[in-house]
Structure formats: structure tokens, C-alpha cells
């Protein structure tokens, strides 16, 4: 028998074990989203091709179709143009297409990007502040506001469509980025105080009081002492409010149509000739995968990071 | 530098009292200890003057100036935690220029102080680390500092050696004893521990049950103590008390229990009822063979260069501490006696006492 270990210590089988199982399940989840990457660079045959073809010639041709429109011409026009200035006039023109100027991808896109950030940071920064009043103020009912402010999540958000569109249209918020954000605000706060009050909690009141004896406000101890500390539950609050607005589709169909579009419904609407052009909407979805995907990664290190870095002994 | 004096100072939280009516006054560059056993109110008295807690009722004069209902950044006093609680997210020399930056100084003057006050503690080379890479005492250290480079008008610590390992916390002793000499300046430090205070204090206030019971020096806190709480809690071990069924009466001067008759000095005081305690210090009793209070030997303490000797008597256990050529046995027949009139005789009412020639 192998004395050389502790009891503490997990014996090989079971770390291979556990090795196996995560190898797995990521591949298993990663297989959509391989799919989904290997289909933006197909071209529109073999994207529905049958069987499916794992190995491809890879094209650009979906991320051009993505940012542009088209129209299809006659040979005989498009022999009577001068020649094709870019790489990508050339790759439509031998579709026997012209571009016809640029798709409202960029603008979906863009649109995204201000409603998610916007209603991640407004969710986060009042978040915070709501957080670190309940966790450090007498405040009266504590237990039954925190329980109501839970309780707006107990149903799901799409459950009171029908008054947030007729409030929205009476207040002229639909189709708005601001509408938008505060909507998206509002589903994520509850779940934004409750992690950060966590967080909050954890924070020894000793910082504030020293920073308050050295003769700093209570909102400036807030910002400059336990705000810096509660940066872990701020990385993690920030990432879960980011994916939900950024991937938020019921409420974007419904309050959205020009002006404050996001990328999801505008995505699956991308039509190519005779029915969707997948290797568009591979291309869309793959770019609209990546601010979150970096938004993480950066993220990422204070998620790891401990709150106090041992500077208080308890 | 200032003198502080609380009046009247009194907290409560709901139904809980935990400073009742105290009256202090601490002078200018004192260094004062305020002692006693956890939940007695010492921390909230602290955190009052600091003004992390604002007072019931009662007043608390800063120098001149009443503070009572000001708040802690309007106060001017620097206070070190339990914890320390340095900021994590800043190293060594930002911490102790933070307070400075609030204040308005100027780079070069907030370079100045933190650099002298760093040289003064002797942590100029370590300005540059991490909080998290300093060890306790260094943290102790940038704690201090951080209190000093502000030039308060008056320290308060809350334990700051408390979560120090007993040989460094010696050491952090001497330290804030020099340190309270070179800076001069007034210092409220709290406490449980009965030897910091004594060796730390210019005065100590023993507090117990949100009362102050007495405030003075160490030594007389030690050797005339007014309650007999105070004359158990200091000392290690504690005052040893005899119940005597007997009252006290003016101008006494010998007491007889168990059938012999003990000297004991003049009493100036007549004892409220007949149940009175007799008290007296481990180190003035000596062990002998007659005339004293029969017991035997249960057990014995070797503390290297005395013993402490406890003796099973009819009224408890006494401890003795004696010569360490003394030689018992366990179970031994001995007699316990005192060696010299430092007696104090407590009434059994107030638990305060008595007045008496030792006890002027």
C-alpha cells in the first residue's frame, strides 16, 4: 500500500478520474461552438451540404455577406464594371453579386455593446451601493425588502411582457437604448445586490472605520477602501449581468425594431438567397460570442483573486 | 496633543447598557490603559472617543473642544485596530500617506512624514511590499505608522497586540513604551491583558459591567485596589479572599478566624453587614507550622524563579507564592499566614474596600 500520501490528499484514480470527466464535458460543449466557428468560414454550399463536411475549404465568404448587402446581376453588367478594388468585391462578384452598401450588422452590434455594458455597469454600480447599505446600515424591514427584492426574480422576466411593452410605449421608452438599459437594469439588480451583499459582508467594517478616522467621508471610504476589496464579487456580478443583457432575446424581439436593435434578434434574420445564409449567421453569432467571451478573461483574475489577500487576521 | 475627558458618557444599545455614566480624564501625553475583561465597555468607551460610535448621553472634551457628536474624520485622533486593518489593495508607503492625501498635504511634505515616520519604526525598507507579504509585526509596525504620520491629537488602540504571538507581543511592548516616550503623545490603549496594562500604563482604568471601578497607576491599582473585582482580576493569580462571618468595626485591629487571632491594619471604616471577605496578595502570605490557617498542599507551580503553592483550606483554596526553596508535598499539612500587613478587607454589600490604615 502507498504510505507516502496524506488521507487528504486524493488518490490518483480519482484525480484521473476527475480529469476525464472534465476533459469530457468540455468537448461535449464545445461541439456547438466548434460547429458554429467551423460554419462561419464554410461557404453557402457546404454549410448545408449533407453529409456535413468536417473538412472544408475555409472562406470569408460569411463574414462578408455579414457586413454588407448585395444584389445579384447580370453577367453583362458586371463585366462592364472596372475591375474589383478590394478582396472582398471580388469574392461577391464571383457570386455574380455587387455590393450594395453596408448591413446594419454594425449597428445591431454597436447597439449591443451600449445596452450590455451600460445596463452591467448601472446594475453593478447601484448594486453596490444597495448592497453595501444592507450589509452595513440599520436599515428598517432589512429582511423583508432584501426577500422583495429577491422575490422579482422568482418569475421569469418574459411573465410581465405585456405591461413593460404598454408602460414602454406610453413612456416612449420603446425602441430606446436607454429603455433598453433599464429594463435589462432592473431584471439584474436583484441578483446584483444579493452576490455583492455577499461579497459585502465579508469586507471587515474595520477598513471603512480607518479610513473614515483618517478623515475620509463614508462615500469616499465606500469608494476608495471597500470597493477595491469587493473587486472579486464585482468581477463575478459584473460577468452573470453581462451575459444575461447581452444575450437577451424575448424582450429585445418585442421592445426593439430600428433604432435600439441588438445583435440577437437581428442575427437569426440575416436571409441569404433561397432561405438563410448560414455562414452569415455563424459569422454574426461568432463575433457576437467574443465581447463576452474577452469581458471574462479579463475578469477572470479577480474572480481568482482572494478579497482580503490575508491582510486582516481573523 | 491633548487631554480627553468623557463626562457623563453613557451607551446603549436597545435594552443593553454597555458604558454606564462614566467620568475620565486622561492629561496631555499620557499614556492610558483601559482594562478589563471582555464585554465590559472598554472597546465601546474607545470607539466612542474615536467616534465610531456615537454616545447615548454624556459628553467627551478633546482638548478644549466638545466631541461628542462629531464625526470620526472631524475628530483629528488616529486609531489602531485589532485587525490592523491596513488596506490590502495598497502596499506600505500608501497606506501610511492615505491619511495624508485627505488632509491637503503636498507631495513632497506627504513624502517627508511617511519617510520619517517609517524611519521611526523602522519599516523604511519595506515601503515598497505588499501588505500581504509583511509579517505581524511589520503589519503592527505600518499600523503605528499609519497612526503617527497623521500628528493626531490623541492615539487610541483597540488591542493592537492582541493577535501577536506572546514573544513578539513582548517585544511590540517595548516598542510602543519607547515610542510612546519619543513621540509623547496622549494614548488610549484598551486591553485584557492585565500585564500590558501594567507594563505599558502611566494610569489604568479597570472597567467591568460598562462601570469604570477604578482609575489610577499601576501600582496602586495593583496594591490598593478598590473593588474586589479589580483585586482579582489583577494579578496573576489574583488576590486570594477569605469569607469572614464577621462585621468590621472602627479602629479594628485584629481579626480572629478559625479561632486564631490575625493582625490586620487599623480599619477606618465599620463594614455595612456581617458577611465580609478578607483579601490578600499571593505574595504576602508565607507557609509555616503554627499560627496560621490550617490546610494541606494540593498543589504546586513551579514558575522558575518563585512557586505558587495552593493550599486547601475550610475557606477555599489559597494560593501562596513562595521562595522556591521552599519545599512541600502534596497533601502536606501546612499553615498559611501573612507576611506583612498588605490586607484589604472588602465589604460583602458593595464589594468595594474598606478604609483602613494600609487602605488610606
Known amino acids: ?314 | 496633543m491633548s487631554k480627553i475627558k468623557i463626562v457623563n458618557l453613557q451607551k446603549s444599545f436597545g435594552d443593553f447598557t454597555a458604558v454606564k455614566n462614566s467620568n475620565l480624564t486622561i492629561n496631555d501625553k499620557e499614556f492610558f490603559v483601559l482594562l478589563g475583561p471582555s464585554g465590559c465597555g472598554k472597546t465601546t468607551t474607545l470607539r466612542m472617543i474615536a467616534g465610531l460610535e456615537l454616545p447615548t448621553s454624556g459628553e467627551i472634551y478633546l482638548g478644549d473642544e466638545e466631541v461628542g457628536m462629531l464625526r470620526a474624520s472631524e475628530r483629528d485622533i488616529a486609531f489602531v485596530f485589532q485587525l490592523f486593518a491596513l488596506y490590502p489593495h495598497m502596499n506600505v508607503k500608501n497606506n501610511l500617506s492615505f491619511p495624508l492625501k485627505m488632509q491637503g498635504y503636498s507631495r513632497s511634505e506627504i513624502k517627508t512624514r511617511v519617510e520619517e515616520a517609517a524611519k521611526l519604526l523602522r519599516i523604511d525598507h519595506i515601503l515598497n511590499s505588499n501588505i500581504s507579504s509583511l509579517s505581524g509585526g511589520d503589519r503592527q509596525r505600518v499600523a503605528l505608522g499609519r497612526a503617527l504620520v497623521r500628528r493626531p491629537k490623541a492615539f487610541l488602540m483597540d488591542e493592537p497586540l492582541g493577535t501577536l504571538d506572546a514573544e513578539f507581543r513582548e517585544l511590540m511592548c517595548l516598542e510602543l513604551k519607547k515610542l510612546h516616550i519619543d513621540v509623547g503623545a496622549t494614548t488610549v490603549y484598551v486591553t485584557h491583558d492585565q500585564l500590558e496594562a501594567m507594563s505599558l500604563a502611566d494610569r489604568i482604568a479597570v472597567m467591568d459591567g460598562g462601570e469604570i471601578l477604578q482609575a489610577d497607576e499601576p501600582s496602586v491599582i495593583y496594591n490598593k485596589p478598590a473593588t474586589k473585582f479589580v483585586a482579582s482580576f489583577i494579578g496573576s493569580p489574583g488576590m486570594n479572599f477569605i469569607s469572614i462571618d464577621q462585621g468590621i468595626s472602627n479602629e479594628q485591629s485584629t481579626l480572629n478566624i478559625e479561632g486564631t487571632n490575625f493582625n490586620i491594619p487599623k480599619q477606618y471604616e465599620i463594614s455595612k453587614g456581617k458577611k465580609n471577605s478578607f483579601g490578600i496578595r499571593p505574595e504576602n502570605l508565607s507557609l509555616t507550622n503554627e499560627g496560621g490557617l490550617k490546610g494541606s498542599v494540593f498543589g504546586v507551580e513551579y514558575l522558575g524563579s518563585r512557586k505558587i503553592v495552593t493550599v486547601k483550606t475550610n475557606f477555599g483554596e489559597i494560593k501562596v507564592k513562595t521562595d522556591i526553596s521552599t519545599s512541600v508535598k502534596i497533601n502536606e499539612n501546612v499553615q498559611v499566614k501573612p507576611s506583612n500587613d498588605n490586607i484589604i478587607i472588602f465589604d460583602g454589600e458593595t464589594d468595594k474596600s474598606l478604609k483602613s490604615e494600609f487602605m488610606n
Open chain 1, 1 to 314: 500500500m502507498d504510505t507516502s500520501r496524506s488521507y487528504l490528499e486524493p488518490s490518483s484514480f480519482s484525480k484521473k478520474l476527475a480529469a476525464t470527466i472534465i476533459i469530457v464535458y468540455t468537448v461535449i460543449t464545445l461541439i456547438p461552438i466548434s460547429w458554429m466557428v467551423m460554419t462561419s468560414f464554410k461557404n453557402v454550399n457546404s454549410a448545408i451540404s449533407y453529409p456535413p463536411e468536417v473538412l472544408f475549404e475555409p472562406s470569408l465568404e460569411g463574414y462578408v455577406n455579414l457586413f454588407t448587402n448585395r444584389s445579384r446581376q447580370s453577367q453583362e453588367y458586371l463585366d462592364s464594371l472596372p475591375a474589383p478594388e478590394t478582396w472582398y468585391e471580388e469574392l461577391v462578384r464571383s457570386r455574380e453579386m455587387v455590393i450594395t452598401g453596408p448591413s446594419k450588422f454594425l449597428g445591431r452590434y454597436s447597439n449591443s455593446m451600449i445596452i450590455g455594458f451600460g445596463s452591467t455597469f448601472a446594475s453593478v454600480f447601484l448594486g453596490a451601493l444597495a448592497a453595501y447599505a444592507f450589509s452595513r446600515f440599520r436599515v428598517p424591514l432589512k429582511d423583508d425588502l432584501l426577500f422583495f427584492i429577491l422575490s422579482t426574480r422568482m418569475f421569469p422576466p418574459i411573465a410581465v411582457a405585456v405591461p413593460i411593452f404598454i408602460m414602454y410605449r406610453k413612456l416612449g421608452l420603446g425602441d430606446t437604448h436607454l429603455g433598453m438599459i433599464i429594463l435589462y437594469t432592473v431584471v439584474n439588480l436583484s441578483l446584483a445586490v444579493w452576490l455583492l451583499k455577499g461579497f459585502m459582508d465579508e469586507i471587515p467594517k474595520e477598513y471603512e472605520e480607518a479610513a473614515m478616522i483618517d478623515g475620509y467621508s463614508r462615500l469616499q471610504a465606500f469608494f476608495k477602501v471597500v470597493l477595491p476589496q469587493a473587486m472579486t464579487g464585482i468581477a463575478a456580478t459584473a460577468i452573470f449581468c453581462m451575459i444575461f443583457s447581452w444575450n437577451e432575446y424575448a424582450f429585445a424581439v418585442l421592445l426593439t425594431q430600428f433604432n435600439a436593435q441588438t445583435a440577437p434578434p437581428f442575427i437569426p434574420t440575416i436571409i441569404g438567397e433561397g432561405g438563410l445564409d448560414w455562414p452569415a449567421i455563424g459569422a454574426g453569432t461568432t463575433l457576437f460570442l467574443l465581447p463576452v467571451m474577452i469581458f471574462t478573461i479579463i475578469l477572470r483574475k479577480h474572480l481568482l483573486r482572494g478579497i482580503t489577500f490575508g491582510a486582516v487576521r481573523k
